[in-house]
């Protein structure tokens, strides 16, 4: 019954930084921004990948429901605090030096900010489905996907301006900006923000 979630999860939602590298002769000022964008950036996506991946063991036919909730539930919020501080990361970097830098860096905050909130929103829906009715709960969790397909069809317009041209080959080059693969399924258990290290970069401007 989980199926439909982790292939919506695997479709896109991590719509983040999927980044090859390929060289290209950035200047030092846009490598020197993304280094210090893409040092704060890997261990949030780490955190996603293995949330996905948390949501794709969990895609058993015989998955109880609860199992499911459960692990759902701490996916989502785990992908709602990286993207949250992927934005701190991109805000706190100041714009890239390239003509345009500042708004496509505003847009792109904006943007992880949104996804950000679209994430807890996701989390507080599958913590009210209904658990004890199987049919109920599968229904719900299609919603979910559904809704999940739409944050991951809409959200990055201006991530992937950000990731293009002379800074996205600059993004490319630095091994923090590419794609993660999943280290282990520790999305059941409660995170623990505090103690990252990307989070206390947020600024007070961030409240959205």
Do not use: H, R
């Amino acid at each position: 019954m989980n199926k439909k979630l982790a292939a919506a999860l695997s479709g896109g939602a991590v719509l983040v930084l999927t980044l090859s590298g390929c060289s290209d002769d950035s200047d030092n000022k846009v490598n020197d921004w993304a280094k210090k964008v893409c040092d704060q950036v890997q261990p949030q996506l780490q955190k996603i990948a293995n949330a996905n991946a948390a949501i794709q063991q969990q895609t058993a036919d015989n998955s109880k429901p609860a199992d499911v909730q459960k692990t759902d539930s701490a996916a989502f919020q785990q992908i709602s605090q990286a993207y949250k501080a992927l934005g701190s990361a991109v805000e706190s970097a100041g714009a890239p030096p390239v003509d345009g830098g500042e708004t496509t860096q505003k847009e792109a905050v904006k943007e992880l900010n949104a996804s950000s909130v679209a994430y807890a929103g996701l989390k507080t829906k599958v913590d009210a489905l209904d658990t004890k009715d199987q049919a109920k709960f599968a229904d719900g969790l299609k919603g979910i996907a559904d809704e999940l397909n739409k944050i991951s069809t809409n959200g990055d317009q201006a991530l992937k301006k950000l990731q293009s041209g002379e800074v996205g080959s600059a993004m490319a080059k630095q091994k923090g900006c590419q794609k993660p693969t999943a280290s282990a399924p520790p999305a059941s258990a409660p995170s623990a923000p505090a103690s990252e290290p990307a989070s206390p970069s947020a600024s007070p401007s961030e409240k959205s």
